[in-house]
C-alpha cells in the first residue's frame, strides 16, 4: 500500500476528477497532498470550483498560471522536482490531460516516482491538439493505467502497454456528478438566465466554445457566433464564456446582440444550467460525458473526440465546424428530435472507489 500519495492538479477540469479519489482514499487512511500547480487562477476557474467540490485547499500553490505551452510545462517541471527533493510521495496521482498533467508526470517519471494516471487511454488521434500529446506522454511514463471505458483499454494495449498496469475502473468525474446533481438544481440559474416559465424552464441552448481550433481564427469564431445569433431568434442561447474566448471575442470585434453571454461558471451553476438543457453545443471533453450522463443532446463542435463512446452510447454528435449542420440539429432537437443514448458501462458514481480499492491492495 503506498504511505505517501501526492495528487497534483491545475486547470479546471482536474478538480472534478481528483475530488472523489480524494475523498474514497481518506476514507481509508492514507496520507494524501494536494498539489495545485496555478495553471488555472482565475478565482471562478479555481477556488470556487474547489469549495463546491468539498475538496480541502491544497497544500501547495506553485503558481506558475499562464504562459506559452513549454512554459507552462518547464515551469510546472522545475517546481514539481523541487517538491520531490523535499518530500517524495510513494505514488503520484495525476488526472486527465492538461499541461499540469503531463508536466508533473515527466519530473516524477525522472525521479524514479510511480504514477498513476486517471483517465488513461483515451485517443483522438489527433496530435494538433496540445491534450493529445499530454495523454500519450503520461499514459507512455504512468505504471497504473485507470481507464474510463473499452476503448481506453484497447488504445494503451496496441501503444503496447503492459496489460497488468491497464485498469478499468469507469468514469471518476461522474462519481462527482452522481454526488453533486442533488444539490446542483439550477433553480438560480434558471431565474438568473430568465429561463423560467409557468409550465417548466423554457427550452434554451447551452454553450461552450474554448478550444484553439474554434477560438482562435478570426473567421471561424465569427460564424459561430453568427450562427448563435441565428439560432438565438428561435430560443435563448446562454454561453459561460471562458477567458480565452473572451478575449479573442473583444480583440476580433466579433459582434453579438442575442446570445447572453456571461462570466465562465462555477461547477455546481453550471450543472445546475447543463441539467435542463435542451440541447448543449460545446468543444469540452468533460461536457461530452456529463450530457451523456445526462441524456441531453450534445453537439461538438470538433472534428474527433478522444471520448468515442459519447458518440457510439451516448447523445454526442461530432459535427467539426460545419456551422449549418450545427443550426439544422438545434432545430431537429427544438422540435422534439434530439439524439438519444444510454449511459456507458462503468459511468455508476464509484470509478473512484475501485480505484481506492486497487490501490489500497498493493
Ligand atoms: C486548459 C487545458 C484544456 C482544458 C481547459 C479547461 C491544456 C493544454 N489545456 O486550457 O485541455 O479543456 O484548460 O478550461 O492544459 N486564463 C485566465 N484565467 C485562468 C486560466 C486561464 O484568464 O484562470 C486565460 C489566460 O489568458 C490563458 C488562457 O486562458 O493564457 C489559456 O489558459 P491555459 O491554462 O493555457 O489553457 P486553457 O485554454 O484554459
Known amino acids: 500500500m503506498p504511505v505517501s500519495i501526492l495528487h497534483v492538479v491545475g486547470a479546471r477540469p482536474?478538480?472534478?476528477?481528483?475530488?472523489?479519489?480524494?475523498?474514497?482514499?481518506?476514507?481509508?487512511?492514507?496520507?494524501?497532498?494536494?498539489?495545485?500547480?496555478?495553471?488555472?487562477?482565475?478565482?471562478?476557474?479555481?477556488?470556487?470550483?474547489l469549495r463546491e467540490l468539498g475538496l480541502p485547499?491544497?497544500?501547495?500553490?506553485?503558481?506558475?498560471?499562464?504562459?506559452?505551452?513549454?512554459?507552462?510545462?518547464?515551469?510546472?517541471?522545475?517546481a514539481i522536482e523541487e517538491h520531490f527533493s523535499k518530500a517524495r510521495p510513494d505514488l503520484l496521482l495525476v488526472y486527465g490531460d492538461v499541461n499540469s498533467t503531463m508536466a508533473a508526470?515527466?519530473?516524477?517519471?525522472?525521479?524514479?516516482i510511480t504514477v498513476g494516471?486517471?483517465?488513461?487511454?483515451?485517443?483522438?488521434?489527433?496530435?494538433?491538439?496540445?491534450?493529445?500529446?499530454?495523454?500519450?506522454?503520461?499514459?507512455?511514463?504512468?505504471?497504473?493505467?485507470?481507464?474510463?471505458?473499452?476503448?481506453?483499454?484497447?488504445?494503451?494495449?496496441?501503444?503496447?502497454?503492459?496489460?497488468?498496469?491497464?485498469?478499468?475502473v469507469g468514469n471518476v468525474m461522474i462519481d462527482t456528478l452522481q454526488r453533486l446533481l442533488p444539490v446542483a438544481d439550477g433553480e438560480e440559474q434558471l431565474r438568473q438566465f430568465d429561463l423560467r416559465s409557468g409550465t417548466g424552464p423554457k427550452p434554451f441552448v447551452l454553450v461552450t466554445l474554448h478550444r484553439p481550433s474554434n477560438v482562435d481564427d478570426p473567421a471561424v469564431l465569427a460564424r459561430l457566433m453568427a450562427s448563435l445569433e441565428k439560432i438565438a431568434e428561435r430560443a435563448p442561447v446562454i454561453f459561460p464564456v471562458h477567458p480565452r474566448t473572451r478575449e479573442r471575442i473583444a480583440r476580433f470585434s466579433i459582434p453579438y446582440?442575442?446570445?447572453?453571454?456571461?462570466?465562465?461558471?462555477?461547477?455546481?451553476?453550471?450543472?445546475?444550467l447543463q441539467r435542463h438543457a435542451a440541447v448543449v453545443v460545446t468543444d469540452s471533453g468533460g461536457i461530452q460525458e456529463e450530457t451523456t450522463y445526462l441524456g441531453i443532446p450534445c453537439l461538438t463542435m470538433r472534428a474527433n473526440t478522444e471520448r468515442p463512446v459519447t458518440v457510439m452510447v451516448g447523445t454526442n454528435q461530432l459535427l467539426g465546424s460545419d456551422t449549418a449542420t450545427m443550426e439544422r440539429e438545434v432545430a431537429r432537437v427544438l422540435e422534439g428530435h434530439g439524439k438519444?443514448?444510454?449511459v456507458p458501462e462503468l459511468w455508476d458514481g464509484r470509478a473512484a472507489e475501485r480505484i481506492a480499492d486497487i490501490l489500497a491492495r498493493t
Open 117 to 168: 494516471h486517471v483517465e488513461a487511454g483515451l485517443r483522438s488521434g489527433d496530435r494538433s491538439m496540445p491534450e493529445e500529446i499530454n495523454r500519450l506522454v503520461t499514459d507512455r511514463l504512468s505504471q497504473w493505467l485507470f481507464t474510463p471505458s473499452a476503448d481506453g483499454d484497447a488504445n494503451l494495449l496496441t501503444e503496447g502497454a503492459d496489460p497488468a498496469s491497464i485498469r478499468r
Open 105 to 112: 508526470t515527466l519530473a516524477a517519471a525522472k525521479a524514479g
Open 340 to 342: 438519444k443514448g444510454s
Open 14 to 49: 482536474n478538480f472534478m476528477k481528483v475530488a472523489p479519489v480524494h475523498r474514497a482514499l481518506a476514507a481509508r487512511g492514507l496520507a494524501q497532498t494536494i498539489e495545485h500547480t496555478g495553471q488555472h487562477y482565475d478565482a471562478v476557474m479555481s477556488e470556487g470550483i
Open 257 to 272: 446582440a442575442r446570445t447572453v453571454l456571461s462570466e465562465p461558471l462555477t461547477y455546481l451553476p453550471f450543472l445546475g
Open 57 to 78: 485547499e491544497p497544500d501547495v500553490n506553485l503558481g506558475v498560471g499562464s504562459g506559452s505551452h513549454a512554459q507552462q510545462t518547464g515551469q510546472v517541471m522545475v
